[in-house]
């Protein structure tokens, strides 16, 4: 898979679980972008937990809802 497709898997992931359009496609460029934590900014490292901590917990309310 190219780098384009795995940025746009996770975008459609993120978008797909209720995830702000902009704010998938940040994090989706982040996460592809295979730098480690210590080298993005805090903006970065702030977005993408929060990006994160919201698709988690759509994951976890859809599982329970279709009992996966």
Same mark, same amino acid.
């Given at each position: 898979?190219? /780098?384009?497709?795995?940025?746009? *898997? *996770? $975008?459609? =992931? ?5 995830? =702000?359009? $902009? ?5 989706? +460029? ?6 480690? %934590?210590? /080298?993005?900014? %805090? ?9 994160? +901590?919201?698709?988690?917990?759509? +994951?976890? +309310? ?7």
């Amino acid at each position: 898979m190219s /780098l384009k497709e795995k940025e746009e *898997f *996770f $975008h459609i =992931e993120l978008v797909k679980h209720g995830v =702000e359009y $902009h704010k998938a496609a940040e994090v989706a +460029r982040i996460i592809v972008s295979g730098k480690p %934590d210590e /080298l993005l900014t %805090d903006k970065e490292r702030q977005l993408a937990t929060e990006v994160c +901590r919201e698709w988690v917990k759509q +994951r976890q +309310r859809l599982a329970f809802i279709y009992g996966q």
